[in-house]
């Protein structure tokens, strides 16, 4: 596997980005995803968390399969992915909103080694199809975001996430990544444990936002309360939360 020093990769980033500097842990997660090694990575949410695997994917021999429970944000990705690149294969999503000629075109940029990534929702990924496909081609890495979708502990479960270790173990074992914005430390625990990466290593960021102020405030006559706060901030956007959507409505 070719090696980058921080030069080259901070080289290969203003290629394919634009970016001139990595963000946080961005650097070191990408490198432990380069050398091949399991890594489990806790980012806030506009952290850089697809960065940490769209780079390594672009760098990489093979096609790296994303794993993602959004079909949205893959089309947002693969759309942002193909601003990128020359290559207009160079990232696909296999999913059921594809019919089957797109379906064909999608496979046949992967097997001509025109794809460096390739996103699946959990469903698809465990259609028997789809896993004989996938036993044909060299698989770089594979990347499970929105990863406490596996945890029955955490808010979002989803069973199918469940099944991803055991596809991934028919399909052939390559290493893998794991991202999440929220995982307790117990869900964290019960994801590397269902994926069968304990070992991994973890790279965890700040949740700190210096830009953001907090104030808890004493709640009176809320209506009235809520009618000045806007007029305070005439011309300006904002959102405020409710507990109930009946109460937002109100």
Not at 60 to 71: N, Q, T, Y
Request: positive net charge.
């Amino acid at each position: 596997m070719e090696q980058y020093d921080s030069a080259s990769l901070h080289g290969k980033l203003k290629e394919y980005f634009g970016f001139s500097s990595f963000k946080g842990n961005q650097e070191a997660v990408i490198r432990n995803v380069l050398e091949g090694k399991d890594t489990f990575v806790l980012m806030p949410t506009g952290g850089g968390k697809s960065l940490c695997y769209q780079l390594p994917a672009l760098l990489m021999d093979g096609v790296a399969i994303v794993i993602s429970p959004l079909i949205a944000l893959m089309k947002n990705q693969v759309d942002a992915m193909r601003t990128f690149s020359a290559e207009s294969g160079i990232a696909h999503f296999l999913n059921s909103s594809l019919n089957k000629t797109a379906v064909t075109q999608v496979r046949s940029n992967v097997l001509a080694g025109k794809t460096k990534l390739l996103y699946f929702a959990p469903e698809s990924l465990t259609k028997e199809d789809n896993v004989a496909f996938l036993r044909k081609i060299r698989i770089s890495f594979y990347a499970i975001d929105e990863a406490h979708c596996i945890s029955e502990w955490g808010h979002d479960f989803r069973p199918e996430y469940r099944r991803i270790r055991p596809i991934i173990n028919e399909i052939g074992p390559a290493p893998l990544i794991a991202l999440t914005a929220t995982a307790t430390p117990k869900v964290q625990l019960d994801i590397q444990k269902n994926l069968g990466m304990s070992d991994a290593a973890v790279f965890k960021s700040s949740f700190n936002r210096p830009n953001l102020y907090y104030e808890i405030r004493p709640k009176h006559d809320v209506d009235r309360e809520i009618i000045r706060f806007i007029k305070q901030n005439e011309g300006k956007s904002g959102i405020i939360y409710c507990l109930s959507r009946k109460k937002v409505e109100e």
